[in-house]
């Protein structure tokens, strides 16, 4: 979703959202480093393959993907971090690598890391590589659906 479709859809479900712009950068902890945002505070959506089908895992820049902790929340037999040509098309109205942590709005389950819970707002990219957004983790929670990851 590209910024302006992502506010439109946070505005239609009455969240109150900052925005913050920044130098381009790729990585969440360039990104939050450049944005003033702490790095456990900054969600980053990682795209995975849970038996062959796509699906998001979202958790604090400072984390890493644990495949055995997703492979238990998701009950799968295979659990892979999928390449971006995998799923380049998924996310038509984003930027490649910047896609908002809202897998749902685009089909597919969202995992998070309960750590994103400790705070009481996260930021996340706004579909661009040069744009944040800001919202309370409760309303992160209440859009996307997450199911949680085990600690």
Not at 50 to 71: C, Y
Not at 99 to 117: I, R, T
Not at 124 to 146: Q, W
Request: with cysteine; hydrophobic share 40%.
């Amino acid at each position: 979703m590209a910024t302006g479709n992502l506010k439109t859809y946070l505005n239609n479900q009455g969240v109150a959202f900052t925005t913050i712009n920044h130098p381009r950068a790729y990585t969440a902890m360039e990104v939050a480093q450049l944005a003033h945002v702490r790095g456990k505070e900054m969600a980053k959506s990682v795209v995975i393959r849970v038996d062959g089908r796509l699906a998001m895992a979202v958790l604090p820049a400072t984390q890493r993907v644990h495949i055995r902790r997703l492979r238990k929340a998701t009950g799968a037999t295979r659990v892979e971090i999928a390449r971006e040509h995998d799923f380049e098309g998924d996310f038509p109205d984003c930027e490649l690598g910047a896609m908002p942590p809202f897998g749902n709005l685009y089909g597919m389950e969202v995992y998070v890391d309960p750590h994103l819970a400790e705070d009481d707002e996260i930021a996340f990219n706004a579909g661009s590589h040069t744009e944040l957004v800001k919202v309370h983790y409760r309303d992160f929670e209440r859009l996307a659906k997450p199911k949680p990851l085990p600690m």
